[in-house]
């Protein structure tokens, strides 16, 4: 996908450049001139306590499912080399691993992991492998696994699930949304895709039966996933429910409060997460006027003028959805907090309504638009509202999300925000895809490797997007070479070809 018109990282010469430009472009985003190693007491390298456990650094490995599983749920050879690199990575905290759909009907794609037939003795085993993968991995490499902090991120993907086919959405919505509907094939009168109280129930339970399954395997904590879109996250904004799980705040959080008193009370001791959206924001569409110098139009935000106040986001401000509105989210945070919740991972929207805000990068995937800002921005914003959220919890553990884009200058970044006190851990996604070593690197003081760096060409959601398995194409050796690669590059070739012709010169 062609570029747009912001400067490259790999353009700077050095940090002091980056600094500058980080300057001109007005970006209140910390970042040290020189990275330290652990020997040198890098804030990186710094031990954290959560309820009696050391995690032995500050470095995060973010969930990334693969869409590589078998359609029964279990992990392929793909699947369990990937968790050997987060486990090689020297990160400390791993969170999630991948999305991990504790019913079949709940899943994203046909080949994500999870309990399918409600088979959970194969479940357990398939995660099991997982876990083993990633600690002998660890092991290997750093001789032990004792503040290693490994969870499980549990999930249903209500609107966006797809467990039978790639390509055909069976959504499970929690409410009816004026512009997600339309945008992904819903009718606004169709309420058989509503899910009912006594679905959220069962499917509580659901929760809780997966939480006991990690827990026997060995797993160190659960994530009860609230972000992205998927069902947690849009029971936080379901204003316009009614029943038990819908209307006030009270009702919007009963479900994760619900789960989190279950899996309390079945497995004492469990640690538990809650991978979140911080904030919200209507969809973006592409902008078929404008080419922008490449295939997929500029990002516009969807007409929502007929729609306020905007009762449909978590995170954003119903007058005025364009701006971040924290108060709820902080609400909801320190709730957890009075369930001794305390590690939260934020991060933020959604990968299908607005990716650019979630995962800033400079080339667009396939089914999105060229970026409407520079993804610098995006980066900055996300460190900056985990700032302000760090301010109002702070007893809460947070992990910051959205680092990749920094490239050369992450670990600078990720030290320079550790050191303010904005962020107690910095969560790396797509660069462990192509560079999972970056953490043992900087760690020990060397210097980034660039011909591994994730240049952010979005193949890693591409692929996926287009029915292929997920994976870094183009550095990992693995995905250069595989047949998926040839199909992936057909792919953007015809997508290219269809924009050229349906797009005005
Ligand atoms: C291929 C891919 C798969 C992902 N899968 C998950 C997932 O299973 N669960 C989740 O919470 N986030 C998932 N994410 C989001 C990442 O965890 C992360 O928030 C995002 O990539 C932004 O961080 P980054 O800039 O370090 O990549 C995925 C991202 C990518 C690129």
Redesign the pocket.
Known sequence: MAQQPFVKIGHFKDAGAFIGHLHRLGLDLPCDQRVLGAAEHSPLAQPLEIDGFTIGNRWCV?????WDGTTDGQPTEHTLRRWGHFGQSGAKLI??G??FAVQGDGRANPNQLGIVDGDYQRAGRGAAALLAALQNAHRQRFGGTDDLLIGL?L?HSGRFCRPHEKFRLEPKIAYHHPLLDPKFGIAPDDDSVVISDDYLRALIDSYVRAAKLARDVGFGFV?V?H??GYLGHELLSARTRGGRYGGSLENRTRFAREIIAGIGAECPGLKIGV?LSAFDHPPFKSDARQDGGGPLGRGICEDFAGHLPYRWGFGCDENDPLKIDLSEPIAFIQMLGGLSVRLI?L?CCS?YYNPHF???AAFAPSDGYQPPEDPLIG?ARQIDVVRQIKQACPESILVG?????LQEYLPHVAQAVLRRGWTDCV???????AYWDLPADALAGRPVQSKFL?R?FSD??TA?RNGLI?GCYPLDEHYKDAPAHDELKKKKSELRQALKIIQPK
């Not at 973010?62 to 693969?66: A, C, H, S, W």
């Not at 969560?427 to 895809?433: A, N, P, T, V």
């Open positions: 973010q969930p990334m499912e693969g969170w999630g991948e999305a991120q999930t994530d996933k972000c992205h991978r991972n991060s990968p979630q995962r800033p980066v999300s959205g680092y990749s884009y969560g790396i996604g797509r660069m462990i895809l994730c952010t890693c959601t996926p997920s």
